[in-house]
Every structure is written in structure tokens, then in C-alpha cells.
């Protein structure tokens, strides 16, 4: 039975390299390993299904929650590859990357997961990844709101521990430089394509007051608005965004559709009603991200491509495999 799974899994392992990586849908990983569609075919071979059914049921309960769980691969990607350290909450020597900054503000849907894994471990104990988990649940949640369907390379093991400071400096911030954002993407492996595409994920989800607040109003005090923002919209957001206090209100990263993954959002930018800086860099100081915008604007289809071969290429940032980090039990600790 051991030597017919060994020979199963050399002939994936074949097959990924010679049919699937032309494709993307089969990546090197570290330490020998690769990451392949059908890695839990015979060891989990419900692990999808499961996974699809607990994000379908909570995208319904919660509409925010698509965008939420497609954050949470983003951000653990960024840190230390797409390893599920974000998901670590603090416990001996792991302080928590839910800590940072950008996790503070905006990551959520943990108790999702959390369900998620426990309905996997009942089906296949100790089988399926969390770090698979969070790429399943960002695909799966991308369709749900009416986005581009990938398949998803597994076979990603789970991290031992954390990276706090990682998460503080490696993550894109709303009001970093477009120079600042590109070298974040450059670091891990991406290009300005993916970053232009990537962004597209603001076609859904929230941001709050107090990360757009500086475009609202002038921090010089000499009263002058950001004319890269449309001044009728702006004045629409001061309502419910002061100068002061206010600073968890949310606000729809894009106005249009906001629960409807599509392309709303880079038209939203060619009108100068992209929420954040972070939005607006891409239309206003550099011709080829203005042209991506404009190319994703017209063909929404073209968009949806790419977002697709983005997020498989994100999702292949230094994963770990084979031997390398371990299968947890619980998403939120390391096995004892």
C-alpha cells in the first residue's frame, strides 16, 4: 500500500513538472517539495469541499468576510511566505504578527479558519495545512462574490513561529510611496503587474477613517485639498471622517459595488475616487501602472485573468514543504 502511494506521488510529481508548471499551476518549492493541485486527492480528498462550504456559509452570514479572508492570505504571504504565521496567537516565545500594525487594523474572519480546520481535522486528522486553508478560503471567497475562479497549487506546511516585526514592515501600507509599495511586491517575487492586479482585491472590503484621514485634509494647516481626489467625494467622506476622532468608522473601498467583486474599482481610479493613497499611486505617478488601471478599467475579463495568475504566483512565496514546518492541529498554535 506505502510503495503504491510513493509511486502515485512520484507520478504527480512528474506530471506537475512536465504538465502543470508551463501552466503555473505547479510550483518549486523550498527544500525539494512542490506545490500541486491534486495534493490531497487521495489523503483529504473532501478537504475543498469542506473548505468552500464553511466560507459559503459565513460570505452569506457576513458580507464583508470575502474580502477578509483574501486579506489574511495577502498579509501572511508578505511576512514570511505563505506559511500561516499569521494565524500563530502569542504563546511562549511567539508574539503574535495579529499584533502589527496592518493586523490591528484590518485582519479578521480568524474564527472562520478556526472552523474551517476543525471541521478538516474531524474529516482527515492532522492531513490538510493551514496555510492551504487561508489559499482556498481567498479563492473561494473571490468567487463567492462574483470574482475569477484558480486553481489552487497545494501541498504548503504550516510555520513554527512568527514574525512581528515582519508583519509591521513587510505588509503595503495604505500611505506608503508607490516606490515603497513596488519594492514590498519586487521582495517577494512580484512584478507591477501583479501589483496593479493584486490592488484589484479593493474592488471589495472596508478601510477605516484613520487610513485615508491625511487626503481629507491638509496636514500643513494651509487649508489646500488633494486634487488627486475628487472634491465632491471628499467632502461625501468628511461626513462620517473628522479631523478628529472617528478613526474606526468604516468606509467601502469602493463605493460603486462594494460587495461585487469586479472591475468598479480601477474605473473608481480613473476618476480620481480611489479611497486610499495607496489606490491613488497607481494612476498618478507611474504611466505603467496608469495604463494597467485603464487596460482593467475597459476589460474586465482581462482583469480577471490576471488577477488569477497573480494570486497563484503570491500564493507561491516561499512556502514551506516536505519535512520543513509541521501540519498544526489548531490553526492558532504550534503542536506540543
Not at 488633494?226 to 467622506?237: G, I, K
Not at 494612476?283 to 488577477?307: C, D, I, M, P, R
Request: a positive charge; aromatic letters at 8%.
Amino acid at each position: 500500500m506505502r510503495a503504491r502511494m510513493s509511486q502515485s506521488k512520484n507520478f504527480l510529481i512528474i506530471f506537475c513538472v512536465l504538465a502543470l508548471a508551463p501552466l503555473g499551476l505547479c510550483a518549486k518549492a523550498g527544500y525539494g517539495g512542490y506545490l500541486y493541485p491534486q495534493f490531497y486527492d487521495h489523503s483529504c480528498p473532501k478537504a475543498q469541499e469542506i473548505v468552500k462550504s464553511v466560507v459559503a456559509k459565513a460570505v452569506a452570514k457576513d458580507p464583508r468576510m470575502g474580502a477578509s479572508l483574501l486579506r489574511l492570505h495577502f498579509h501572511d504571504c508578505f511576512v514570511k511566505g505563505c506559511d500561516a504565521s499569521l494565524l500563530l496567537d502569542s504563546s511562549g516565545t511567539i508574539i503574535s504578527e495579529k499584533r502589527s500594525v496592518p493586523n490591528t487594523n484590518s485582519a479578521r474572519g480568524f474564527e472562520v479558519l478556526d472552523e474551517i480546520k476543525f471541521a478538516l481535522e474531524k474529516e482527515c486528522p492532522q492531513t490538510v495545512s493551514c496555510a492551504d486553508l487561508l489559499a482556498l478560503a481567498a479563492r473561494d471567497s473571490t468567487v463567492l462574490t462574483g470574482g475569477p475562479s484558480w486553481v489552487v497549487p497545494l501541498g504548503r506546511r504550516d510555520s513554527t513561529g512568527a514574525s512581528l516585526s515582519g508583519s509591521n514592515n513587510n505588509i503595503p501600507a495604505p500611505n506608503n510611496t508607490f516606490q515603497t509599495i513596488l519594492t514590498k511586491f519586487k521582495l517577494k517575487g512580484l512584478d507591477i503587474v501583479d501589483l496593479v492586479a493584486l490592488s484589484g482585491s479593493h474592488t471589495i472590503g472596508n478601510a477605516r477613517c484613520t487610513t485615508f484621514r491625511q487626503r481629507l485634509y491638509n496636514q500643513t494647516g494651509n487649508g489646500q485639498p488633494d486634487f488627486t481626489l475628487d472634491q465632491s467625494y471628499a467632502a461625501q467622506l468628511r461626513t462620517r471622517c473628522p479631523r478628529s476622532g472617528g478613526d474606526q468608522n468604516l468606509f467601502f473601498l469602493d463605493f460603486v459595488s462594494p460587495i461585487k467583486f469586479d472591475n468598479s474599482y480601477f474605473k473608481n481610479l480613473l476618476a480620481k475616487k480611489g479611497l486610499l493613497s495607496s489606490d491613488e499611486v497607481l494612476v498618478t505617478q507611474s504611466q505603467a501602472t496608469l495604463q494597467l488601471v485603464k487596460q482593467y478599467a475597459g476589460n474586465q475579463e482581462l482583469f480577471f485573468e490576471q488577477f488569477a495568475k497573480s494570486m497563484v504566483k503570491m500564493g507561491n512565496i516561499t512556502p514551506l514543504t516536505g519535512s520543513k514546518g509541521q501540519i498544526r492541529k489548531r490553526c492558532r498554535q504550534v503542536n506540543k
